[in-house]
């Protein structure tokens, strides 16, 4: 019994004790070494930190002896006018103060950022304008400002200016005196030393709103862009938070980074050394303990291996039997007695479980068999677990599929643990377990489980009792229906009302119209669908919010219900657009449309009255299309197509309009759908043609004349410009269109220029709004005159007043750009649209044209005449040419001629011709008189 016992015990024991030993000396290596890791790193954290606030704090004492010195400067400047521009030039470069502190210069601007003087002299010019600015607009409203880091004028010489106001005679900024730091001059930071035997540390100032290094040890850095947002968590973290030290991993090596916010620019410092010349001292001690500890297991595992190989000889030559005896087909055979207490009895236990698998094997072998291939084979979930605590016995693959677990991560544990039922499912799944326990089998009822990554799935489940191994078990069945429930709610769906209004939706008012068109087409009788459509809804809901929408339409449906009082039914199109139905009218087709008409009337009305929403009262109206059918059969879309045709019919007429669908509605409609087609392709063909329409002085010589597009269409004729010109800019086809007409336009000009009797007439060309707003209009306006050739004096755009209502700044400044290419301008159809003197005044224009529409009736209408002779008097007090369109009668030229107007243009004298007929009119009106 003695000699058994170190077989045994002792082996247990060395091996605790290994363990033990083992792990209480690495871990008191692993603390020893992170404890002493954590001290290095505060003290290195502390001494950065205080570098960092240190360069820092001289950083902002820099910046605000450069800022105070300028301010003090700029309070006793001469204002910063045109006057004193030669006075402030003479006393800049004897302020030797800032000659020192700003070796990129300084200057001096006016109210508007306009440079006035600079030193030094070349500063001025070549940065005449600051007025965009951000520093030069800061100081103009009063603040000493530092601006964002920039690259200089000259190659590799970053700065960053500092700006101050200049005060005026009440006080109030009229200037701003500006001083350009030259980033890498000495004198803003230097280079931090390092001890002997230490690494030097490095630092960077950083603008936080750029991005930008300001300032660095490594000169080459500076005004490097650091990566954007996002790139770098560390930088982020930096830019975003306090003082502080982090250490940022970077692709060399980690650097422990420190910094330091200012708060007199939106800078930072930032001292940064690398982390492993520091730490290197604690890595070699490291590396020291861990050889020892390295050591010292070897020692320990290698005898512990010896003790135990010799102890574990008689299991291993047992483990192989037994592990032979598992293979498939192999006899079960007894095992060999062992001396060892404990393995005798390990030994008879084996033998006496052996003994009873044989005997079950040999009956249980062939019913396996079949069982096994059924149950994997199902294409539903099959699962066996025990009834007492519900763990998985056995799954099949359909079961792998289902809920997406594999066989060996489910064998073992329940259903509740694996997630596939939940607790609050408990109840539920005790009381079918009950019903099969009772009845030996539950068949049929559906239940929600769920898959490994939570997803539900309905299944339809069966269970019936087993017996595996003596034990009550439960083959559970989970047929999935989950996909057959999805089209379940799919169809509701679609047939079930809507969930704002209570009202049937679309599919279902489809499918309803539909029987009503099969009844009116069988009893001979009509019926009429209304759409209707709130008007002007959108304003309400996004001046008062969705909810506040939402809430009013379901008033308005519960108003047109009572107010259809069982004579039709209702349903929500969507939006703020409803349909209604009205079955059974009488023929003939007047009469039903008739009624229809009536209906959209009466709800109108009822809509009139006051809607009152979360205080708000509306009063609504709303626009009707009616199409009445039942006469021929036609598809339900189709019919609601119809309506919604004469509903945006409707609404173009105004508000609370009422228009019964109509066939040329549908022929309207295709047709500019057709002409719009044919627009676009003929941008493509170029298929359009310049006529020219001659414009005379009272002496009767051709001046100039207007460029006018002209489209024929093949198999159509010629398309009118009033059709074909808006359809264009409503579509956005204007702008190439224009492009295509100022290239033809500047193309005859040119070839004019060398032709006698021709080059010194200008060109009229109409420019729309839209066309003008281009961004690269004026670029494109140079292109062509490049392209071309033509004669910049002699072209001139013809401008409508609606161009006012854009930003009259910008089109001004587009304007003077073109005017100095050397373009003129002339405003057309002048006192039909937004006519303002305000404007007009600061409009670089040539030329007033007044429109043909005041023209025709100067002769009949007072007002007209008095219209025309102010336009007159108007351009001759500013200076401007006045010309006259639509003249088609000697006594409308004789009128206007006698008012002041010197030129005309009209049928009188000429329609608009293509080039070769306008050379003829040329040659017949060659110094010739005006007609009689």
Same mark, same amino acid.
Do not use: C, H, M
């Given at each position: 019994m003695r000699q058994l016992l170190p077989h045994s015990l002792t082996t247990r024991i060395a091996a605790l004790v290994l363990v033990f030993l083992l792990a209480g000396m690495w871990s008191l290596a692993w603390y020893a070494d992170r404890q002493l890791r954590q001290d290095m790193r505060e003290q290195l954290q502390a001494q950065q930190q205080s570098v960092a606030l240190l360069l820092g704090r001289e950083l902002e004492r820099t910046l605000h002896e450069r800022a105070s010195a300028l301010q003090g400067v700029a309070r006793g400047l001469p204002v910063p006018v045109q006057d004193h521009a030669s006075t402030l030039q003479a006393l800049l470069p004897r302020l030797t103060v800032l000659q020192q502190m700003f070796g990129g210069g300084f200057y001096v601007t006016d109210a508007q950022g306009m440079a006035m003087a600079s030193h030094p002299l070349q500063l001025g010019p070549q940065r005449r304008g600051y007025a965009a600015s951000r520093f030069i607009r800061e100081a103009l409203a009063g603040q000493t400002v530092i601006g964002d880091p920039m690259p200089g004028l000259a190659a590799n010489m970053p700065i960053v200016v500092i700006a101050t106001p200049v005060p005026g005679p009440g006080g109030a900024p009229a200037g701003v005196l500006a001083g350009v730091v030259r980033l890498r001059d000495a004198g803003l930071l230097q280079p931090l030393p390092a001890a002997e035997g230490q690494v030097a540390s490095d630092y960077l100032v950083i603008d936080r709103r750029t991005r930008t290094v300001v300032a660095a040890s490594a000169e080459q850095r500076v005004l490097q862009a650091l990566p954007a947002a996002g790139q770098d968590a560390v930088l982020d973290r930096l830019l975003a938070g306090g003082d502080g030290s982090v250490i940022h991993p970077q692709p060399e090596q980690a650097r422990l980074a420190s910094v330091h916010h200012l708060t007199a620019v939106p800078w930072l410092v930032v001292v940064s050394q690398p982390l492993a010349p520091l730490l290197a001292p604690l890595d070699e001690v490291r590396q020291r303990i861990v050889l020892a500890a390295l050591g010292l297991t070897l020692l320990a595992a290698g005898g512990l291996w010896w003790m135990l190989r010799r102890a574990l000889a008689p299991l291993q030559q047992m483990g192989h039997r037994l592990a032979a005896m598992a293979e498939d087909g192999a006899p079960l055979q007894p095992l060999a007695p062992q001396p060892m207490r404990e393995l005798a009895q390990l030994v008879r236990g084996c033998n006496h479980l052996l003994a009873e698998l044989d005997q079950r094997q040999r009956a249980l072998g062939e019913s396996r068999q079949r069982y096994q291939a059924a149950f994997q084979i199902s294409p539903d979930a099959l699962d066996i677990t025990r009834v007492s605590d519900g763990v998985h016995v056995d799954v099949n693959a359909g079961f792998e599929r289902l809920f997406g677990w594999p066989r060996e991560q489910v064998l073992g544990r329940s259903g509740l643990e694996l997630g596939i039922w939940h607790a609050s499912d408990t109840a539920v799944r005790a009381q079918f377990v009950q019903q099969v326990l009772s009845e030996g089998m539950a068949v049929g009822i559906e239940q929600q489980l769920y898959r490994r990554d939570g997803? !539900?799935?309905t299944v339809q489940l069966s269970a019936s009792l087993l017996d595996v191994a003596g034990e009550p078990c439960m083959l559970w069945v989970a047929h999935d229906v989950t996909a057959h429930r999805a089209a379940r709610a799919h169809i509701h769906q679609l047939t079930s009302t809507d969930l704002l209004t209570?009202? !049937?939706?679309?599919?279902?008012?489809?499918?309803q119209l539909g029987e009503v068109q099969a009844h009116c087409l069988q009893a001979r009788r009509l019926a009429a669908l209304l759409c209707v459509d709130v008007d002007d809804f959108k304003t309400i809901n996004d001046s008062l919010g969705r909810d506040h929408g939402d809430q009013l339409l379901r008033q308005v449906a519960q108003r047109m219900g009572a107010g259809l009082a069982g004579q039709g039914s209702l349903a929500r199109l969507g939006g703020d657009e409803f349909l209604v139905l009205l079955p059974d009218l009488p023929a003939p087709r007047g009469a039903a449309a008739h009624a229809a008409e009536a209906l959209a009337h009466r709800l109108g009305a009822l809509l009139g009255q006051p809607l009152e929403v979360e205080g708000t009262t509306h009063s609504i109206s709303v626009g009707v299309g009616i199409v009445v059918l039942g006469e021929s059969r036609q598809e339900p879309r189709e019919l609601l197509r119809r309506a919604a045709l004469a509903l945006n019919q409707a609404k173009a007429s105004g508000p609370g309009a009422v228009l019964l669908f109509e066939a040329q509605m549908q022929d309207q409609v295709s047709s500019r759908a057709r002409l719009q087609r044919s627009l676009a392709e003929a941008l493509q063909q170029h298929a359009f043609a310049l006529h020219y329409q001659p414009q005379l002085d009272q002496h009767g010589a051709v001046v100039g004349v207007e460029a006018l597009v002209r489209w024929h269409l093949q198999g159509h004729g010629m398309v009118s410009p009033a059709e074909?010109? !808006?359809?264009?800019e409503k579509t956005g086809l204007i702008a190439p269109l224009g492009r295509w007409i100022l290239h033809a336009a500047c193309s005859q000009l040119a070839r004019w220029a060398h032709v006698p009797g021709c080059s010194h007439l200008d060109m009229a060309v109409n420019v729309s709004a839209v066309q003008f707003q281009q961004e690269a209009f004026?670029? &494109?306006? &140079?292109?062509?005159?490049?392209q071309t050739g033509a004669p910049a004096a002699r072209l001139?755009?013809?401008l409508t007043e609606s161009l006012m209502m854009y930003e009259i700044d910008s089109v001004i400044a587009r304007m003077k750009a073109l005017r100095a290419l050397g373009l003129r301008?002339?405003?057309d159809d002048f006192g039909t649209g937004f006519s303002s003197l305000?404007?007009?005044?600061?409009?670089?224009?040539? &030329?007033?044209?007044?429109? &043909?529409?005041?023209?025709?009736?100067?002769?009949d209408d007072h007002n007209d005449a008095a219209i025309a002779r102010t336009v007159i008097a108007l351009g001759e007090s500013l200076g401007l040419e006045v010309i006259a369109e639509g003249v088609e009668t000697e006594a409308h030229r004789d009128a206007l001629q006698q008012w002041g107007c010197r030129l005309y243009q009209g049928y009188l004298f000429s329609r608009p011709? !293509?080039?070769?007929?306008?050379g003829e009119f040329l040659q017949q009106r060659a110094g010739g008189p005006l007609p009689p």
């Open positions: 997803t !539900p799935v209570g009202l !049937p939706n679309v599919q279902q008012f489809l499918q074909f010109i !808006p359809l264009a004026v670029e &494109q306006v &140079q292109e062509v005159l490049a001139k755009f013809e301008f002339s405003l305000a404007y007009l005044k600061r409009l670089p224009l040539q &030329q007033l044209k007044i429109d &043909q529409g005041f023209v025709r009736d100067i002769l011709l !293509p080039v070769a007929q306008l």
